[in-house]
């Protein structure tokens, strides 16, 4: 039997019980973030899989690469590395609160399962096959990445056979499903405290972002000073929530502010939103060729989806991917879609505001000798915020005074440091010229849109003369 069960076991489940523990049953990887990962007999029924191996042709940054030269590293790496902290987390809290928790083997393994699993879900490209991509191709249908990682570790049980028992794969379901879900269902549950280590849904400091946080910025050259390890250290779990040191709260508020900076200077670069645009405008000239979508549906075609779709495309000979590979060359090429401009939403706006499509762009196009068409324009609407919305992600954290408390509070915006924002969202506007030469056109449309819609023009400074071209 792989999992582990409360209930009293016969013998020869006792001693598979056991091998979970012997290390002549595991293996150990070295990673480059977290050192030496042990690698338990269930977790390695999952990873020596095909649909699990997928995880290494699935780069964890998608096309951030192009940009970023090393941002190589893949799901299949932060797969493992969220696996551990998983682990590392429950142990520090049955170490600590064990005996108080009622802690178990059982909630132990099903926790690290989630954390390896919880990805299994992601298409091509990271984010961008889920948020650009299927929205223009699924009419409306709504698809996530968490609910397809459920269907994929099923679809691998059935496929290899794997023993799992059903309380502890019914938990897997949920843990990684749990940032998506009602906060009504999970208030019902049993330790649900557990659930919110992999995937918190109810206030986002989870082991995902201090696996993705930290190696992100190491993979991409840019300094860290977030220290999770601090946070693990002396986390509790009160009121069946894991609460934090209120000394702490800058190392709290320092996940989410890095978390922000890494959209903003990497996530979301300029450059990288024209390839993704790219990109996108690529699969979906390929989508009825190949029949990308159409795979989303089926997790036993979905997993024979991943990054090397872009060589496919590029390598094709067949005449209906000639445009998608077109698209592909100039990408090589580096003739991208050139950036022209961007502003930020102002502030007062941000309620009422509406996603700038080309045709907005378009449409504010003053006479001039060039005609502006919407297949000319790309429009990249980017939203930045510290992971709640516009509001102060600590206020839905809880907080303990010292270690022999019992009370637990969240800590409101004027009890906090001035030093640190006032604002919690940014909502970035950018625009993109399809072709070179009309660069110097769209961007005397976009400053008129701005102009039309807020009475002024809240961009920093002007397109330079030396991107327009006659």
């Given at each position: ?73 893949s799901r299949f790496e932060h797969s493992l ?360 056109a769209v961007s005397d449309a976009f400053e ?23």
């Open positions: 039997m792989e999992a582990f069960c409360r209930k009293e076991l016969p013998l020869s489940e006792e001693l598979s019980f056991a091998s979970q523990y012997d290390r002549r049953f595991s293996k150990n990887v070295l990673d480059n973030v977290h050192g030496t990962i042990n690698l338990d007999p269930l977790s390695l029924k999952f990873i020596d899989t095909e649909q699990f191996q997928r995880l290494r042709d699935l780069k964890q940054l998608g096309l951030t690469y192009m940009v970023y030269p090393g941002a190589v590293h590395g969220v696996y551990w902290l998983a682990g590392e987390a429950v142990q520090k809290l049955q170490t600590y609160q064990g005996l108080e928790l009622g802690i178990d083997h059982f909630d132990f393994q099903t926790v690290k399962i989630a954390g390896l699993l919880h990805d299994m879900g992601h298409g091509p490209f990271s984010h961008l096959f889920e948020s650009a991509f299927l929205p223009r191709v699924l009419n409306g249908v709504k698809w996530s990445h968490e609910e397809m990682s459920v269907r994929m570790v099923e679809y691998i049980i059935d496929e290899h056979n794997i023993e799992i028992d059903p309380q502890s794969l019914k938990r897997v379901k949920e843990m990684i499903l749990n940032s998506s879900e009602t906060v009504a269902t999970k208030s019902m549950r049993e330790k649900q405290f557990l659930y919110d280590i992999v995937a918190n849904g109810r206030n986002g400091i989870d082991v995902d972002k201090f696996d993705y946080i930290v190696r992100d910025c190491r993979a991409c050259g840019m300094g860290c000073n977030f220290q999770f390890q601090r946070l693990m250290e002396t986390m509790r779990v009160l009121g069946d929530q894991i609460c934090y040191r209120a000394k702490d709260y800058l190392t709290v508020h320092k996940l989410f502010a890095t978390r922000a900076d890494l959209h903003r200077t990497v996530y979301t670069h300029a450059k990288v939103k024209a390839i993704e645009l790219m990109l996108v405008d690529a699969l979906l000239e390929a989508n009825n060729c190949l029949g990308i979508s159409s795979h989303v549906d089926n997790p036993s075609e979905y997993w024979k989806l991943d990054d090397t779709i872009l060589k496919t495309i590029e390598t094709s000979s067949i005449p209906e991917l000639a445009q998608a590979k077109n698209i592909v060359l100039r990408i090589r090429r580096r003739d991208l879609y050139q950036f022209c401009n961007e502003y930020a939403v102002p502030k007062n706006q941000l309620d009422h505001f509406k996603d700038v499509t080309p045709q907005d762009i378009v449409c504010a196009q003053k006479t001039s000798k060039v005609s502006l068409r919407e297949e000319d324009v790309a429009v990249s609407n980017v939203r930045i915020d510290l992971t709640r919305g516009r509001h102060n992600p600590l206020e839905s954290i809880k907080f303990y005074k010292d270690y022999v408390s019992e009370d637990s509070f969240s800590i409101q915006d004027h009890r906090i440091s001035h030093l640190l924002p006032a604002s919690y969202q940014d909502m970035i506007v950018r625009v993109y010229s399809k072709k070179p030469e009309l660069v110097e008129n849109f701005q102009l039309k819609t807020y009475g002024t023009i809240p961009q920093v400074h002007g397109t330079p003369k030396k991107k327009c071209r006659d």
